[in-house]
């Protein structure tokens, strides 16, 4: 089941130069740098800001939620009715799954580290 919110998107232009500016201005850690995988919190954060690059998309609220296992947490959620828009994959960063609130609200499900 969900274990707690690890991350949340901020979309930015520029992910490097957000990354600094979020250092330099608020004290800020990275956590990491790969890629579009940017994220940024406190020194001793357990929820990270993901320094998204572009446009949110619709429905996408770039809120990642913390499971022990997203293959069982998905079964668990589906056999309660919860609707899924994209079921357990793995993108080679590691495994995921999305599902939608009544409004279309779209949450991610990954894997507590």
């Known amino acids: ?3 707690g919110i690890g991350d949340a998107a901020v979309m930015v232009t520029d992910g490097k130069k957000s990354a600094e500016w979020y250092g330099e201005k608020l004290g800020f ?4 740098s790969e890629g579009h995988w940017i994220t940024v919190g406190p020194e001793n954060a357990t929820t990270v800001l993901h320094l998204c690059e572009g446009k949110l998309e619709p429905g996408n609220t770039g809120i990642g939620l913390l499971v022990d296992d997203v293959q069982k947490t998905f079964d668990e959620l589906s056999a309660k009715g919860v ?4 079921k357990p994959a793995d993108e080679g960063w590691g495994i995921y799954a999305m ?3 009544p409004d279309g609200n779209e949450f991610w499900l990954t894997p507590q580290a």
């Open 83 to 86: 609707e899924f828009t994209k």
């Open 99 to 101: 599902f939608k609130d």
């Open 1 to 3: 089941m969900i274990k």
């Open 29 to 32: 850690k990275v956590f990491s």
